[in-house]
């Protein structure tokens, strides 16, 4: 039968934004909340129910352009599929709980992760991320970077984890006990494929064609690019990989002031020189920085919209009328067959 129920976490960026398809760091961490597949393998066809979605997915495999398929959350399924590249399906029901849609904390991930997992079966999570992670791109057509496939499955339970987006080599760095991580939703839904993430990224290699690959670059290099939005691009790719180290080394020494002024200098990096805030996001942030207990809030993921990433002291409930919820760092995703 293998029937199984398969769990992938959604994740929350602490720094290091729009830096990993240029091969740079980032700090993510995976969360407690996720996707859950349960089901059973079936030979040559995929049906799935979601408790968020209306419509069902149904579709035979193999798939030949998973980005056509109806409706478009099964486009996650029918690319995990398409990748695992195993002949196998499942009948299952998808179960969430992260809010839905455009939050930037990686639903589509997750879903994609846990449905590969049960498809591919475990093994070599950088493997599998890898694979996640072209899923994805064939699924949404947006040329992202492996981040958010990383956190999913390789997650560290207390800790967030430096990711070196060239080497692929990850460092779990322990979350420090008295910092209270948030999540609060900007109350902005975005999809990554409509919103300015491939301009933005096609800015990042546009600087690399000028000044080398950005993750060597130092600022000083990229104050010579001569078009003034590219530089701005540039100098906040090449301030966050130094801001990803800076924050994990913070973390180490325990130094919560710190880390939170960095998650700080990080927002503002992304917001004037990446450009990727909103009136909507920055009113929230400007509501949530004056809070007590309240340490420090950055736009978190892609950009454009999505949550926010808050530091604050042990106990602090922010006030918002959004979605909001404690962060956990958590472990990655995890599969168990019946
Ligand atoms: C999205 C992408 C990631 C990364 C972030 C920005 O989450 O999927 O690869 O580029 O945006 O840091």
Known sequence: MHAFESFAPGRVNLIGEHTDYTGGLVFPMALDRGITIT???TQGHVSAVSSNEGEPVWFVLPVDDPASVTPAWGRFLAAAAKRADTGRGFDGRIDTSLPTGGTG????????????????GDGDRLELAKMAKAAEQDATGVQIGIMDQIASLCGVAGSALMIDCHSLEITPVPVPEGLEVLIVHSGQRREIADSAYSERRNACFAAEGDIGPLRCASLAEVETLTDPVIRKRARHVVGDNARVRAMADAFTADDLRLAAQ????????YAEDFEASTPMIEAVIEQLIV?????????????????????AEQGTDPHVSTWWSRATPSAGARIDWR
């Open 291 to 311: 809070q007590p207990g309240v340490l420090a809030a950055r736009l978190t993921g892609g950009g454009f919209g999505g949550s926010i990433v808050v530091f």
């Open 262 to 269: 960095i998650l700080n200098e990080g927002h503002r990096s």
């Open 105 to 120: 904390l990686s639903t589509s991930t997750a879903l994609t992760c846990a449905a590969l997992l049960a498809l591919r």
């Open 39 to 41: 089901g059973t393998l």
